[in-house]
């Protein structure tokens, strides 16, 4: 591939550099020309072809820290990620009071390296990194000009109509073509990885094929925060969404790359991406092209549309329920709890009486989420770390008695309304917000729509609302993240592959 024309080259970082830069105006040209050399080797690592030329930046930090402003007020993903904040914390995985946006903005400017924007085709490159540092990075951000190549990520990684669905027939749509977003993200971010493993590997003939143990290890790696101090600090949420599309991504990609060898893992993946965070999360069961279940929502809206306003509907994943398992019970509680999920839904509905200030508190918000279990014991599990963390979301919690009570039908007031919360063999009906008398008929409908509605299966051609999603897809978007980077770092220097 020859040199970018010189318009695509951005001069003006390099000869006007802020005070802490580190690349001088040579050191600039030279990490330019290795794109071409860089996307070379990706390209026979993984045998995407390079068809378009690829525009390269030098971005300062005032200029990176614009980017992320605009992403952040032009994204239609972060504008989505907005409104389904109220959701977040309605669920307990944001904070009331959590202020997102300024998180977001440190968050990010902390974590990012070098990334890719599919819309203009440029690979965005930064002047206080020293070249040879980011070269493994931009293996992998390279890696998704040559995966642009093949799908055009930017339609690819966000397929499906926009909107908020009113009639249950839009509510299927919006859950039956769910989740892919999530699992689209974890392959084109776990391709890269291996690009990365791969690039550090070369001179060592190794690959991460030959030598799977890099990526196990690195994958733990990527997992510790403790060399990122905003990352830290973050919510559990925002950290596994950060983290989740590469190490999760990582081991997908690995496992078939393994299995199935170079043109499954990258051309394949692409073209037949998985449709859920649980085929991620369960490779074996994307290779095997197991069904993945989906649940039916009931027409719920003759019984609320008079008082609530449709607001969110989504799919409740397997990502979903590790994270908020997790955070409620225990990172050891989480994974073997979350692996015996089988299908998950929430409904959103805010109250039409609430006043422009009521709108922007949670307390605006009923939410109902229905899930399924392989087993009855970790339904029972699951609604125990629910139930047991209400009282970290409210103020003012108070059980009630009632006719006919037990410890599977559970039943509270709190100063957002009423909380029900029932068991029934494998299946966890909760309801928060919506008073007594219509939480219950709305089990019944969500109960019985189950043993009546139609069968149906994740499409892999979806609109991603996962209810994590929005927050995976606008972190994973703005390039490989410095936990990923330093966990190879770390990994490099003990090593004896390296």
Do not use: C
């Not at 225990?330 to 959103?348: D, F, M």
């Not at 909760?430 to 219950?440: L, N, P």
Request: charged share 25%; proline share 6%.
């Amino acid at each position: 591939m020859p040199d970018p024309p010189p318009e695509t080259v951005q001069s003006k970082p390099m000869a006007s550099p802020d005070s802490d830069s580190k690349v001088t105006k040579e050191q600039a040209a030279a990490l330019f020309r290795s794109v071409d050399d860089i996307v070379a080797f990706v390209s026979n690592d993984t045998h995407l072809k390079a068809t378009r030329p690829i525009k390269r930046k030098l971005l300062t930090r005032a200029e990176v820290a614009h980017e992320l402003a605009r992403k952040m007020n032009d994204d239609e993903g972060t504008k989505r990620l907005e409104r389904s904040a109220l959701v977040l914390k309605k669920f307990g995985l944001l904070d009331a009071d959590f202020e997102l946006r300024p998180f977001l903005l440190s968050l990010l400017s902390e974590q990012v390296a070098a990334f890719y924007d599919p819309k203009t085709r440029t690979v965005n490159m930064i002047d206080w990194v020293k070249p040879d540092d980011q070269k493994p990075v931009l293996a992998h951000e390279l890696t998704h000009a040559l995966q642009d190549d093949l799908v055009h990520l930017d339609k690819w990684g966000s397929p499906g109509p926009e909107g908020i669905s009113h009639t249950v027939r839009e509510d299927n749509q919006h859950v039956a073509l769910d989740e892919a977003s999530t699992a689209r993200e974890a392959v084109t971010e776990g391709q890269g990885m291996v690009t990365f493993i791969d690039y550090e590997l070369k001179d060592s003939g190794k690959t991460l094929a030959t030598a799977p143990d890099v990526g196990n290890r690195m994958r733990d790696l990527s997992m510790d925060t403790t060399g990122s101090p905003v990352l830290a600090r973050a919510p559990l949420l925002l950290q596994q969404s950060l983290l989740f599309p590469y190490s999760a991504g990582l081991a997908f990609e690995q496992a078939v790359l393994v299995n199935s060898g170079v043109d499954a893992a990258f051309t394949q993946a692409l073209l037949h991406p998985p449709s859920s965070s649980h085929e991620i999360l369960h490779p074996q069961d994307y290779l095997s092209h197991k069904p993945v279940p989906v649940l039916t929502v009931p027409d719920i809206h003759g019984l609320l549309d008079k008082d609530w306003e449709p607001y969110d509907v989504g799919v409740m994943g397997e990502l979903d329920v590790r994270i908020l398992t997790e955070l409620f019970g225990g990172r050891e509680l989480a994974i073997p709890v979350s692996e015996e999920w089988a299908g998950g839904l929430y409904y959103a509905a805010q109250r039409r009486s609430a006043t422009a200030v009521d709108k922007t508190h949670k307390g605006s918000i009923g939410v109902m989420y229905y899930s399924q279990w392989n087993n009855h014991d970790s339904a029972r599990s699951f609604m125990n770390v629910y139930a047991g963390a209400l009282p970290r979301k409210y103020d003012s919690i108070k059980p009630v008695e009632f006719q006919d009570g037990d410890e599977d039908h559970l039943l509270f007031t709190t100063e957002e309304g009423d909380v029900w919360i029932t068991l029934d063999d494998t299946g966890v009906f909760v309801s928060e917000g919506f008073d007594r008398a219509t939480a219950r008929k709305l089990e019944a409908m969500f109960r019985d729509a189950q043993g009546h509605g139609p069968l149906q299966s994740a499409f892999t051609t979806s609109q991603g609302r996962e209810l994590t999603l929005g927050m995976t897809q606008l972190l994973a978007g703005v390039g490989m993240p410095r936990a990923a980077v330093r966990a190879a770092a770390g990994l490099s220097s003990s090593h004896p592959l390296f």
